[in-house]
Nanobody
């Protein structure tokens, strides 16, 4: 049974930092592209960052580029999202996802975590 479990969310002030973690089990982690998506209240789920199987290739949404860093540790079956200089517009439930192909589209990802809430106050 594949499981992705996010952690690290919380309530912070604008300008603060958080590191999200997603621990994967039940799959060959290094065979999967990993991604972070987020969904704000009343909004569609959107891609935040994507990382290739080896960690060499990355993608960031324009809204987070320069502030967020996605990374992975294939020895720990874990993907991270380091979020710096957080802004109120970053407030959302953040989900990690695993897929076989490189994509920024939700429907390309086979497995999803339960989500972790990030709330940024001003």
């Amino acid at each position: 049974q594949v499981q992705l479990v996010e952690s690290g969310g919380g309530l912070v002030q604008a300008g603060d930092s958080l590191r999200l973690s997603c621990a994967a089990s039940g799959l060959t982690f290094s065979s999967y592209v990993m991604a972070w998506f987020r969904q704000a209240p009343g909004k569609e789920r959107v891609s935040v960052a994507t990382i290739g199987r080896t960690g060499v290739s990355t993608y960031y949404a324009d809204s987070v580029k320069g502030r967020f860093t996605i990374s992975r540790d294939n020895t720990k079956n874990t993907v991270y999202l380091e979020m710096n200089n957080l802004k109120p517009e970053d407030t959302a439930v953040h989900y990690c996802a695993a897929g076989r192909l490189w994509s920024m589209a939700q429907n390309a990802y086979e497995y999803w975590g339960q989500g972790t809430q990030v709330t940024v106050s001003s």
